[in-house]
C-alpha cells in the first residue's frame, strides 16, 4: 500500500491527519502511463484544441513532470501534435490537437469507457485517506449539543442520548410519532458536522475501472486555499498538494422513499462505461440519514441485512460488473428517522446492531408553550397566553388531539395567511385560532 505522508497546514482545518502529498511525476499518480494518455486523448477527443495547461487543467495533474510527458510521449506516437506555441511562454502555452491517430486510439478508448474528467486516485490511496480521516471527526459534549440545537425545544432526555450518538459516529434510529421535528434534529446534527473539512478525491480507480466520488450535489465545497485559480496554468511541480483531491465539508446526505437495494451498490451506466459511487460511499467521513426509513421501495429488513456486515466491521464490500469484490472504508455516521413503530419495521436482532435508539416524542405543555412562544416572535404573531390556553383547551384537550411540535409553525402560516386576506393584524385572537385550526386539523 502505497505510504501517503502526513503534512500539517495552517489550512489544514479538521481534516484529519490526512493532506493529498504534492504530485512531482507520473508515477506518484500510482496510474499507468498508457491509461494517462488514452484519458489525454479522450479528452482532446471531446474538446478539441487545448493548451499544455488547458488539459493539465482537465485532468487535474501538473502541467510540469506529468502532462509534459505524457504529451511528449503522444508526440513520439503521432497522436498529438503542436498547432501554434507562444513564444516565451513555455510548453504549457503551446496550443495541441488530436492527429487522425490520436482520434482512432481515443475511440477504442472510448470503447472500453467515456470517462473524460479529473484523473482518478488508486483505490488503496482512497482508502487510507478515509482512515486517516476517520480520525478527525468532531467530538460533542453536553455544552456544545445545547449550542447547536438551541433552537430546538427538546426534552433534556434527548441531549444525554443523541450526545453520545454522534460521538459514536456509528448509527443512530430516531422515531416518534410525526411533526416533532426528528428531519429537524438530524439535519442540525448535519450542520454541525459540515463545520468539518476533509480530503475526497473526484474519482477512484479500480482494475483499469473509474468509480466517480465527488458529486457536486451532494458535496460542498470548502475554502481551499491550496487550489490554484482556473486557466492560470498553475497546475505544475511545486504545487501544495495533489490537484486530483478536492477539500469539501464533511457530507451529510439525505435519502427517503427512492432509496433501492441496487443503490447501494455501484452503479454502473452501460452507455457511459464507467461507475458512480453509492451514497454510503459518497458520505464516507460525515453522515448518511435514511428518512421516513419504512417507506423505502426495499423493505427495512433487506436494508439493514445489507448494512450488517459495514455497521459492525466499519468496511463495507461493493461489486464491480467484471464480478470482483473491492472493500471499501465504512466511515459513515447512519441515522434512521421514522415515523412508523419500530416493532413494526425490524426485530430485536436488527434493532441490537443499531446502536443508539433516540426517541422524538410528543411535547410536554410547557415545550409546546415555548415552542409557540418563539414560533410566534419569528414569523411576527402576537403571542398571547389566553390564545393559546384557549387553543390548548378548545382545539387539543376536547377534541382528544396530541399536540405535535410542527403545530405551532403550521398554525401561525395559517393565522398569517387568514389575516392578511382580512386585513388585520396577525394575533392570537380567539376568532382568528378558530378560522386557523378549521383550516388546518381534519378530524381522521
Not at 65 to 83: F, H, M, N, P, T
Not at 291 to 314: A, C, K, S, T, Y
Not at 366 to 380: L, M, N, P, S
Request: with cysteine; aromatic share 10%.
Amino acid at each position: 500500500m502505497t505510504k501517503l505522508p502526513v503534512r500539517q497546514s495552517s489550512t489544514q482545518v479538521n481534516t484529519g491527519t490526512f493532506f493529498p502529498p504534492p504530485i512531482t511525476k507520473v508515477d506518484d499518480t500510482g496510474l499507468s502511463p498508457l491509461w494517462l494518455q488514452d484519458l489525454v486523448l479522450k479528452i482532446m477527443y471531446f474538446q478539441g484544441y487545448l493548451t499544455g495547461f488547458k488539459i493539465a487543467e482537465e485532468i487535474a495533474l501538473p502541467f510540469t513532470g506529468v502532462v509534459d510527458q505524457i504529451l511528449e510521449a503522444l508526440k513520439r506516437e503521432k497522436s498529438v501534435e503542436v498547432r501554434s506555441s507562444q513564444m516565451g511562454l513555455g510548453e504549457g502555452a503551446y496550443l495541441f490537437a488530436i492527429t487522425s491517430a490520436g482520434i482512432a486510439r481515443a475511440r477504442e478508448a472510448l470503447d472500453r469507457s467515456q470517462y473524460a474528467g479529473p484523473a482518478p486516485v488508486p483505490i488503496n490511496i482512497y482508502n487510507e485517506a478515509i482512515r486517516r480521516q476517520s480520525r478527525g471527526r468532531v467530538q460533542v459534549t453536553n455544552r456544545i449539543m445545547h449550542q447547536v440545537l438551541a433552537n430546538l425545544v427538546l426534552p433534556e432526555k434527548a441531549f444525554q442520548r443523541l450526545g453520545p450518538a454522534v460521538n459514536s459516529g456509528t448509527s443512530m434510529f430516531i422515531f416518534g410519532p410525526p411533526g416533532n421535528g426528528k428531519t429537524s434534529l438530524a439535519r442540525a446534527i448535519g450542520n454541525l458536522v459540515l463545520s468539518q473539512n476533509m480530503f475526497i478525491p473526484y474519482a477512484i480507480y479500480v482494475d483499469g475501472q473509474v468509480i466517480k466520488l465527488y458529486d457536486s450535489v451532494n458535496h460542498q465545497l470548502s475554502t481551499d486555499e491550496d487550489t490554484p485559480p482556473t486557466g492560470t496554468g498553475a497546475l505544475r511541480t511545486g504545487a501544495r498538494r495533489d490537484p486530483r483531491w478536492v477539500r469539501i465539508k464533511r457530507p451529510f446526505i439525505v435519502t427517503g422513499g427512492e432509496l433501492t437495494l441496487a443503490g447501494l451498490d455501484l452503479v454502473f451506466d452501460d452507455t457511459l462505461k464507467y461507475y458512480e459511487a453509492p451514497f454510503q460511499v459518497k458520505a464516507n467521513g460525515g453522515i448518511l440519514l435514511i428518512d421516513d426509513f419504512g417507506r423505502q421501495q426495499v423493505r427495512p429488513r433487506d436494508l439493514l441485512n445489507r448494512w450488517i456486515v459495514p455497521l459492525e466491521n466499519r468496511i463495507d464490500y461493493l461489486a464491480l460488473h467484471t464480478g470482483r469484490k473491492i472493500e471499501v472504508p465504512f466511515d459513515v455516521l447512519v441515522m434512521f428517522s421514522t415515523n412508523l413503530p419500530p416493532k413494526d419495521l425490524v426485530d430485536e436482532a436488527f434493532l441490537r446492531r443499531l446502536r443508539h435508539k433516540v426517541e422524538v416524542g410528543d411535547p410536554s405543555y410547557e415545550d409546546y408553550r415555548e415552542i409557540f412562544r418563539r414560533v410566534a416572535a419569528t414569523k411576527g404573531v402576537v403571542y398571547s397566553d389566553e390564545g393559546l390556553a384557549y387553543l390548548l383547551q378548545e382545539w387539543y384537550i376536547k377534541r382528544n388531539r396530541k399536540m405535535r411540535a410542527s403545530h405551532p409553525r403550521d398554525l401561525c402560516d395559517q393565522i398569517i395567511d387568514i389575516s392578511r386576506y382580512m386585513g388585520t393584524e396577525p394575533t392570537m385572537s380567539r376568532e382568528l385560532i378558530d378560522l386557523a385550526a378549521e383550516s388546518y386539523f381534519v378530524e381522521l
